[in-house]
Nanobody, 115 residues
Framework: QVRLVESGGGLVQPGGSLRLSCVASGTIFSINGMGWYRQAPGKQRELVARITSGGSTNYADSVKGRFTISRDNAKSTVYLQMNSLKPEDTAVYFC?????????WGQGTQVTVSS
């Protein structure tokens, strides 16, 4: 059974930074494209960044230039470096597969951007 565990969220002031991590177990991590998604209160979950097994990336327009997705296949971990955070980035952040059917979702990690 695949398990995804996200961490690294917290409360940060506008303009601040956070680095999220997601560890995957129960899957051959290196062959999967992976993505970071977020869900704000009252909104649908949206994809914000994704990375192929080979390391190619793309981003939602709303985070382009501010967020960076990366992966460490040896650690079965995908990261999301978030800089220049804005209040509208406030959401629960999840990781999951990209370009393929989703695994069961983890609990996510809360990111709150507020002064």
């Amino acid at each position: 059974q695949v398990r995804l565990v996200e961490s690294g969220g917290g409360l940060v002031q506008p303009g601040g930074s956070l680095r999220l991590s997601c560890v995957a177990s129960g899957t051959i991590f290196s062959i999967n494209g992976m993505g970071w998604y977020r869900q704000a209160p009252g909104k649908q979950r949206e994809l914000v960044a994704r990375i192929t097994s080979g390391g190619s990336t793309n981003y939602a327009d709303s985070v382009k230039g501010r967020f960076t997705i990366s992966r460490d296949n040896a650690k079965s971990t995908v990261y999301l470096q978030m800089n220049s955070l804005k209040p509208e980035d406030t959401a629960v952040y999840f990781c999951n597969r990209a370009w393929a059917s989703a695994y069961d979702w983890g609990q996510g990690t809360q990111v709150t951007v507020s002064s």
